[in-house]
């Protein structure tokens, strides 16, 4: 957590607007200023907060605790506005349906213009000369958007165009490349198919944008306890012709259990083996509607472990 | 009625749905449910997990067809079991290349930076090559029932505007008044808008422009042809016998993406053919406490020694068990009423094993032909 800027990764579903939040929760409570991002996402962490929805504007919803949803049409005209400088101009310029269809048809301009935003607020000071925010966590699109999002600036930087987007491109790729400022965790679950993604993703960023990722987070690890000697026991339980019910449900689903959560430890290894990072495991919080109960547990799992 | 009757008048199945929910298994499944019935089915897939490709001998290079040996689930079957693995590059590259009609404008074009960042920006070119896929399949008429396992979109939007899409972008009338295609330079900009293409360079830089002329004038010619097949493949998308499965997990991602199919889908006037909630946890419910347990396990095993805590274990184990099963049949309920009945739904149980062979898929198509309409169970 002395990073400034924390950046969670990971596929769709494993949790990671869930992490984010709790993150920040901790990150709020340790007394810094702590300003938790989505991304132009349906905002599920104020259902998670259990707070009112968080739109463009940064809102402080408890002490330290502020939360953005960054929009590209947003973060465009504030873009635009530091360019050039006079909203009259904007006005005549980017409120143009001829521009507006040009801007739309830029690919990744959008991406660009969400990650700027996220690198102002890195630079950002209050009037004391002190950070504005002395932790932003971004809860990250889905892997595969995810890393294009992160590659946007690689990208514009590399270029052979002039311009202005050229130059905060590249500065927003040094701040991605700086392990003493940024942290990129992967969020996965111990399953095949997140953990594979996460394998990649890490590769990729390694190789082509030449970011090393922090911490590894397995959220959803399973709550069944078992030791290797019930394994047998059940063997040799089951085999038996004539068994009281409902004791041999309990057996069979007991059985069952084990034999998953040893397919999942199996895909957390394989994830621990390959890219050798700090890993964290995380509890599985199952429940009919995820709330702030749920949050507060994971946050206090997370307090321990951050 | 199950699944696979309520389906078997469709040629066409286009699975939809958030990440991770099995789609790609459940495709196969389906699938095979029809091969088994005498169909002659191609299943064209995107990116399935390695365990699953290797279980369907998909393991080599995407982009071609393979057979699957129905043998050892039934002998003389009269269907046929085809799947592939979709190349999204082949696919798009193919469209370009048709559309281009010298070697140079091809170079030109594949080569062009606006394009290149153009076919990244559209999510890998993904959903428009699946589009594509499915649109020369239908059109080569050697299957009777087509299975499409599409992407995890972020907008559900993306996948049924794709063919349109690029239409869109070389259409807008907006953007070719602005730039001209005519000579090189800023001199193509229209006069009246010299002003703000001048502030507009100082925002993006003057290349940018430039390769978005280029763009543009390579595609000039081929609008109408464009326009033509776009039209074709909405049709095909449009048609009866085009059916969409919505596929959720009991998990609230996966909810959310599958309420969002549905409304995307409604309002484009597609023919919803059902809704599947996957890997939903069963267990049997039997009323049990610890002790009873204790005392079972001690009475019904005599010769068994337990383990210490073994008894507590196995309970605690049960417990979770039932209660992520009792979840998720709530969760299942909800994401059925709140696509308000109006098309049949589907709940296929999870395995405990990952699947590892085409037994393994045998095994879901068989819920397939087993399971009942879930419309009735729901609690109004």
Redesign the interface.
Known sequence: MSKRLIINLG???VGKSVISAAMALVSARRGLRTLLVQLHA?DRISEYLETNPINENIRELQPNLFCVNIVPEAAMREY?LI??KLEV?YK??FQ????K??LN?????SDLVMIGKIEFHVQETLPSGEARFEVIIVDA??T??GL?FLSVPK?MAD????????THALRIFELLQDPGRCAINLISLP????V?EVIDASAYLEKELHIQPAMLLINRCS?????P??EE?LN??LR?DK?????D???Q??Q?????TK?RMAHAQRLYETLALPMVSLPDL???R?SRAELEELAEHLEEIL | MTMISHLRNYQVLVLVG???VGKTTLAAAVGLSFALRGRKVMVVTIDP???LARALGLHQIGGHPHRIDLDELLENCRGTFDIMMLDSGQVFRSLVERAMTSEEQRQRILNN??FQ??T??M??TQEHAAIEKLFELVAGDQYNMIILDTP?S?HALEFLNSPTRLLA?LD?A??R??IKPATSGLSMISFG?KY?AK??????????LLD?TEFLTLFSDQLAGFRERAFRVQQLLQDRQTGYMIVSSP????M?GALMFHRALKKAGFALSCLVINRAWR??D???TGD??GR??K???PE????D??SS??????M?????AR?HH??AQQIIAMTNLEYPAYIVPAL???IVNLSGIYEISRFLFREQDQRDQVLL
Do not use: C
């Open positions: 596929k769709g579903g349906k635009a360019q050039v101009i005549v310029v143009n349906r001829v521009v269809a040009f048809a830029v690919p990744a301009l699109p889905p595969g958007h294009f990208v270029a052979d165009q002039t311009g202005p987007i050229k399953e095949e198919m997140p594979s709550p069944i306890e078992f030791k000697e019930d026991t040799q339980m038996i068994k009281p019910r409902p004791a449900l309990v057996l689903a007991f069952e259990d084990i034999s998953r397919q199952t429940s009919f995820f | 958030a990440g991770g997990a390695r365990r930076r606006f960042r153009f990244e920006a999510s890998g995890p972020r972008v807008d907006v953007l008044w602005l808008s703000i502030v507009l360079s100082l925002f993006t830089g003057t290349e940018m978005l998990e609230r991602h996966a959310e267990v049997p039997h009323p049990i009873l347990l079972q396990l009475k019904g095993f068994v020694k337990l383990p805590g073994f274990r196995a309970y605690n184990a049960y979770h068990r039932l209660n992520v979840i709530l969760k405990v094993d990952e």
